[in-house]
């Protein structure tokens, strides 16, 4: 089945630790994109890609870095200089980025500070 | 910067209520509109409006898109609870390489 596959589903971070949230898709799209969901609040874009080796800033880049070596493939990483680092994670894939087209979504990252 | 204001924030109804949800956009060079329905986890797309096409229905759920009043509502008939969820509503434009713009969502609650 064709698809998104976040892990780990729930993840501690300390302070000043970095960790780095995965997302792979096998939908043979090009764009993915990575966003952050707070409580009571909708999905703010944090990066996406349009195509491999790839990536643009969206609105909350600050504290996260990405990178796409593979079209499948489109990790996260949170930083130490994210202070507010506690959200839901989401991953998303579309065909292209633009267009007439949903965006696929994954099942999501709960990241929490221990 | 393209803005997407849901109301309301929060619902709660009975099962068998229909419902209707807005979703008010601002956006430059309107592509599409698109629903998404939160359960737990991942988004799940609804419906896609665009100009050429302004009216969705699937079962219970409808959605319109009134470009002149640059706005969109989802309809829900006969509700049952497993309609509760978080539904998004995001929108497209030419500008910002045709990133989608997300509002806040409406938390809808049916009760039994």
């Known amino acids: 089945d064709g698809g998104i596959t976040q892990s780990p589903k729930y993840l501690f971070r300390k302070e000043g630790q970095n960790v780095t949230l995965s997302c792979e898709q096998n939908l043979n799209h090009d764009a993915m994109y990575w966003y952050r969901q707070d409580p009571g609040q909708g999905l703010r874009l944090i990066y996406y890609s349009q195509i491999v080796n790839d990536f643009q800033k969206g609105d909350i880049a600050e504290g996260y870095s990405v990178s796409r070596e593979k079209k499948e493939s489109f990790p996260l990483t949170v930083t130490s200089a994210q202070k507010n680092p506690t959200a839901f994670y989401l991953c998303?894939?579309?065909?292209?980025?633009?267009?007439?087209?949903?965006?696929?979504f994954g099942d999501g990252t709960r990241l929490s500070i221990l | 910067e393209d803005k997407v204001v849901q109301s309301p924030l929060s619902l709660v109804v009975h099962e068998g209520d229909t419902v209707t949800l807005n979703c008010s956009y601002e956006v430059t060079n309107f592509r599409s509109l698109l629903w998404y329905k939160q359960e737990k986890k991942a988004p799940t797309f609804l419906f896609m409006l665009?100009?050429?096409?302004i009216e969705k229905k699937s079962g219970r759920l409808s959605s319109i898109l009134d470009k002149k009043e640059l706005s969109s509502i989802l309809n829900i008939t006969a509700t049952q609870t497993g309609d509760s969820a978080i539904y998004l509503c995001?929108?497209?434009?030419?500008?910002?390489?045709?990133?989608?713009?997300f509002g806040d969502g409406t938390t809808l609650t049916v009760k039994p």
């Open positions: 998303a894939s579309s065909i292209k980025v633009g267009g007439h087209q949903p965006q696929h």
């Open positions: 995001a929108v497209q434009g030419d500008t910002n390489a045709g990133k989608s713009t």
């Open positions: 665009t100009s050429s096409g």
